[in-house]
């Protein structure tokens, strides 16, 4: 159950996959350049935007979404974990977004450090829940340890190769999209309606906040 509701997933998967493919070259060719750490915080906030739109646009849109791509009805039950690890598959792409500091810094070894961070984590959730809690307690393995290596990950950088990312703005976007998720499958129980409003709302907040780097953006 947990594989198969897993998949669902890939639409975020293959959203960073395609965007680390194209990245990193740029990361490497503009690592000298003075502002180099100004455009890595700026594909950051595009980055987090578009994760957080794709988060909350698969959230309010779940119920239909996941039964459509479920082949097997008996997988219907562990729909409600999907929430939990888009969230963590959100995390997972800050943080190989954020691995940036330590590939030009060369200092890749804390690139293993932080995998074994995430690996004892994930371990030791499962090993002491599952007996207790089932496919939930790897639902919440996966979430804790992507949370933590990105925390961490944050914190490594910024004292090893600081890059001005705008923590402020995505804090914000990602609590908004996660609270408008939450509210949207857990407490609403999937309303298509209000939950397309949330996505319509967050949306337009996006649009405001960044309506200067769309004019560049339109201009170009």
Known sequence: ????????????????QAYLLGIEPFFFSHAKNENSGKS????????????????????????????LYLSNP???????????????AVFLGIYLNMSVWYKLSDKTIFGAYLSVLGAAVTIGI????????????????????????????????????????HMKKIIGYLSLSILFSVVSYYVLDGNLIIGNSLL????AIVFYVEKDTLKKIRKA
């Open 74 to 88: 008996a997988y219907n039950e562990g729909i409600p974990i999907v929430p939990i690890v888009l969230m963590a």
């Open 126 to 165: 499962n090993l002491y829940f599952i007996p207790t809690y089932g496919y939930w307690a790897s639902t919440w393995a996966t979430f804790l340890s992507y949370f933590s290596m990105m925390t961490v990950s944050y914190f490594l950088g910024q004292y090893f190769y600081p890059v001005p990312y």
């Open 200 to 203: 319509i709302v967050f949306l």
């Open 40 to 67: 890595y915080a700026k594909l950051m906030d595009m980055f987090v935007i578009v994760n957080c739109i794709i988060l909350l646009a698969l959230c309010v849109n779940l119920d239909w979404l996941a039964k």
């Open 1 to 16: 159950i947990y594989g198969a509701v897993c998949k669902i997933v890939t639409f975020l998967t293959l959203f960073r």
